[in-house]
């Protein structure tokens, strides 16, 4: 789905979340979502944090499982993603503290095997995820499943490509202080989604938003894998569907 701009496509993205939390508040049971962080989801939260103050959202019954998050990585460094989601959606919502799950970039590299399994396996038991949010990295990345990664790849540490690196760099204030790893959910935990949204805004995102859509279905783009998902739209800005 193609919007003349990236404002008036979040809020519709936003309504839609809005909708599933109303439903399952409706029904006593969890909302499961997926989130995202960087850029493209910023005005999504911004939608979802002026709903609660002005429509009375409840977020009471919502259980969040975010995507990623650099590693190692300190919650309370400016740069992780645990403070990104605080900062943009939790801290302004009334989401219980219980109900947030963000992969935690402190844990041991003895434990860390372990503990990929059991988020995994914790998405699992609410029945996986209701809806799942998701940016795109220039790489073709979805989370931080990097080229090569496998189609049912489940959560675990990833290497960060060179280009995943460079992107984020300004952040970190220069390339040498940008993590060199990172957690991430898998293209298998977020094919389970009964729901996706893919996010796409700008020009600089027109080359790999052809490739994902367009191109050959690969783990060179990992991406591409959610061409095989019978439930996922892509929604884009003008610029960042100019190549389609
Ligand atoms: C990071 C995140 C991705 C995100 C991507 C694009 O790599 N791990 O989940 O999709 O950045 O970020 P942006 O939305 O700022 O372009």
Redesign the pocket.
């Known amino acids: 789905v193609i919007f003349e701009s990236s404002q008036e496509a979040s809020l519709l993205v936003a309504r839609e979340i809005a909708n599933l939390i109303q439903r399952k508040n409706e029904l006593n049971e969890p909302c499961v979502l997926g989130l995202?962080?960087?850029?493209?989801?910023i005005k999504v939260y911004e939608e979802l944090v002026r709903m609660h103050k002005e429509e009375g959202l409840s977020f009471a019954n919502v259980v969040t499982f975010n995507?990623?998050e650099y590693y190692p990585m300190d919650k309370n460094d400016m740069q992780s993603?645990y403070h990104f989601m605080h900062e943009h959606l939790f801290h302004h919502v009334d989401i219980p503290s219980e109900n947030i799950n963000i992969p935690d970039g402190q844990v041991s590299a003895e434990e860390l095997q372990q503990y990929c399994i059991d988020y995994e396996m914790k998405i699992i038991s609410y029945g996986g995820l209701d809806f799942q949010l998701?940016?795109?990295?220039r790489t073709g990345?979805?989370?931080?499943n990097e080229p090569g990664s496998h189609v049912n790849s489940g959560t675990r540490s990833i290497t960060l490509d060179h280009v995943?690196r460079v992107?984020?760099a300004s952040t970190f204030l220069g390339i040498d202080n940008v993590p060199r790893k990172?957690i991430?959910m898998g293209i298998g935990t977020v094919r389970n989604a009964k729901r996706i949204v893919l996010?796409g805004?700008g020009i600089?995102?027109a080359g790999i938003i052809k490739k994902t859509i367009e191109g050959e279905v690969s783990s060179q783009v990992p991406a591409t894998y959610l061409q095989e998902h019978n439930n996922t739209t892509f929604v884009l800005d003008t610029e960042a569907s100019s190549e389609l």
Request: aromatic residues 12%; without cysteine; proline residues 4%.
């Open positions: 995202a962080t960087g850029s493209s989801p995507l990623d993603y998701l940016g795109i990295g990345h979805i989370g931080f995943t992107d984020a990172a991430t996010l805004w600089s995102k």
